[in-house]
Nanobody, 126 residues
Framework: QVQLVESGGGLVQAGGSLRLSCAASGRTFSSYAMGWFRQAPGKEREFVAAIRWSGGSTYYADSVKGRFTISRDNAKNTVYLQMNSLKPEDTAVYYC???????????????????WGQGTQVTVSS
C-alpha cells in the first residue's frame, strides 16, 4: 500500500516562504518521478513542479518558475517543495503525487500520476 503524507502548509504573508514535505512509503520511492500539484477553490488541479526519479531533472509551471524549488532525498523517501516570494494567487491545497511508471524522467499531466497525498493547505495573505 503506497502512502504519501504531505506536511508544511500554513498561513504566510505575501513575500514569505514555506517548505512542503511529502513522505512516501510502500514503494521503491527512488524509482519514480514525483510531482507537486495544487488546487485553488473553484479551479481545476494544476501542475506545479516535477522531479526525475534520480533527482537530476526538474520542471516547473511558468507561474512558479524562479520562486519554487522541488527536490528529493531518496534516502529519506521524501520530496520537498521550497516556496519563496509567495503571492496570494499561490493560495491552494498542495498535493504531492507519485508517477505510475518507473524510471520516467518527469511528467506534467495529473493523469500520469498514480498515487496522491491528502493535500496540505497553503494560504498567502496580502
Amino acid at each position: 500500500q503506497v502512502q504519501l503524507v504531505e506536511s508544511g502548509g500554513g498561513l504566510v504573508q505575501a513575500g514569505g516562504s514555506l517548505r512542503l514535505s511529502c513522505a512516501a512509503s510502500g514503494r521503491t520511492f527512488s524509482s519514480y518521478a514525483m510531482g507537486w500539484f495544487r488546487q485553488a477553490p473553484g479551479k481545476e488541479r494544476e501542475f506545479v513542479a516535477a522531479i526525475r526519479w534520480s533527482g537530476g531533472s526538474t520542471y516547473y509551471a511558468d507561474s512558479v518558475k524562479g520562486r519554487f524549488t522541488i527536490s528529493r532525498d531518496n534516502a529519506k523517501n521524501t520530496v520537498y517543495l521550497q516556496m519563496n516570494s509567495l503571492k496570494p494567487e499561490d493560495t491552494a491545497v498542495y498535493y504531492c503525487a507519485l508517477d505510475r511508471n518507473v524510471y520516467v524522467i518527469l511528467r506534467v499531466s495529473a493523469a500520469e500520476y498514480e498515487y496522491w497525498g491528502q493535500g496540505t493547505q497553503v494560504t498567502v495573505s496580502s
